[in-house]
């Protein structure tokens, strides 16, 4: 009898180990699921993010750093060195990280290129239509949405990007350059568009390129390895989006004063570039045309694709890798409802 009472003493003490070290494991697991630290590659557009970025520390529960990119190729270089760990970027330059084997993924479709990225060209160039550009010197950044919107506008309208000049410069040295009379023309996104055409004009928009099948947009990204350690980061994140998405279309001028005062350009100026975007529901990101859902992924991997393949064709890029490898950096499980 002694003998069995001291062996249910050690039972228990074993199952209350157990119990112990399972609310241990709950906890640590918890913790674990939170960074110390997230460093999150933002760029001044106007959509969605500048409307929730001041909330993600308070919703994320941990600390936030928002480091400020010029293009889509900066955010790449980071990427690659593993110095972010979020971002938001145009789909030409990220079907250029998948193709060089970047370890990221698309979550996230910040919005559609439409009239807020355009080829613009001076006035005083005297050119009336993409053909007259023949000869002329063109900005734009290389690998950016820009670049492959550039690179189609000239294919179509049967201009060779040899007849041309194409400068890679970021925003602020288009503007700098356009403002020396250096360059003819640019192909470049907002807010810098708008300082073009003050003495310029625009001669196609993303908006008219996509609309001819040629979809460009600004993607969130996420390194692979931070999507598998931390989902319910993401989950909120692109639970911040679509709140910002709410935000936009039941209050657009509220919306529009946040990215007034955050980009500091004038409120009005700020609504028309937020109009120019094509933004998104959460609920139209999961159609097929876009990034789909877990059980039935959509085409967006097919449009990255078709981007890479149009890269390669100008020589902007040495090789796309095969659709899976696109399809496979799409991850549309964070916009599933629990």
Request: glycine share 8%; aromatic share 8%.
């Amino acid at each position: 009898m002694k003998i069995k009472s001291i062996s249910t003493v050690f039972s228990l003490i074993f199952v209350a180990a157990i119990a112990l070290t399972g609310c241990g494991g709950t906890q640590a697991a918890k913790e674990a699921a939170k960074p110390d630290q997230i460093v999150i590659g933002v760029q001044t557009i106007p959509s969605g993010e500048p409307l929730v970025k001041a909330q993600y520390e308070k919703e994320f529960g941990t600390k936030v750093v928002l480091k400020q990119f010029d293009s889509g190729r900066d955010v790449n270089t980071a990427m690659a060195a593993g110095s972010i760990d979020i971002a938001i970027l145009g789909s030409a330059p990220a079907s250029i990280g998948i193709a060089k084997g970047i370890p990221y993924e698309v979550f996230w479709i910040h919005d559609i290129e439409g009239d807020n990225e355009a080829l613009a060209v001076k006035n005083e160039a005297n050119v009336q239509n993409v053909q007259g550009l023949k000869g002329k010197k063109i900005a734009t950044p290389a690998g950016s949405t820009a670049h492959y919107s550039l690179l189609n506008a000239l294919k179509a309208a049967g201009v060779s990007a040899s007849e041309v000049t194409i400068l890679d410069m970021q925003p602020p040295e288009i503007l700098a350059a356009w403002q020396r009379g250096d360059i003819d023309a640019a192909y470049v996104w907002q807010p810098t568009l708008a300082k073009l055409v003050s003495d310029g004009k625009i001669l196609v928009t993303s908006r008219e390129l996509a609309a001819k099948g040629i979809v460009t947009a600004d993607v969130g990204i996420v390194r692979t390895d931070f999507a598998r350690k931390y989902p319910d980061i993401l989950k909120k994140y692109v639970a911040l989006q679509g709140k910002a998405y709410q935000q936009f279309k039941d209050n657009p001028e509220e919306a529009a004063g946040i990215i007034a005062k955050d980009f500091t350009i004038d409120a009005a100026e700020a609504l028309k570039e937020m109009k120019e975007l094509i933004w998104l529901a959460l609920e139209e990101q999961q159609d097929m045309k876009y990034l789909g859902t877990t059980e039935n992924k959509g085409h967006f991997g097919q449009t990255l694709k078709d981007t890479a393949d149009f890269l390669v064709e100008q020589k902007a890029i040495d090789h796309a890798p095969d659709l899976e490898t696109f399809n496979k950096a799409v991850n549309p499980s964070f916009l599933d409802k629990e």
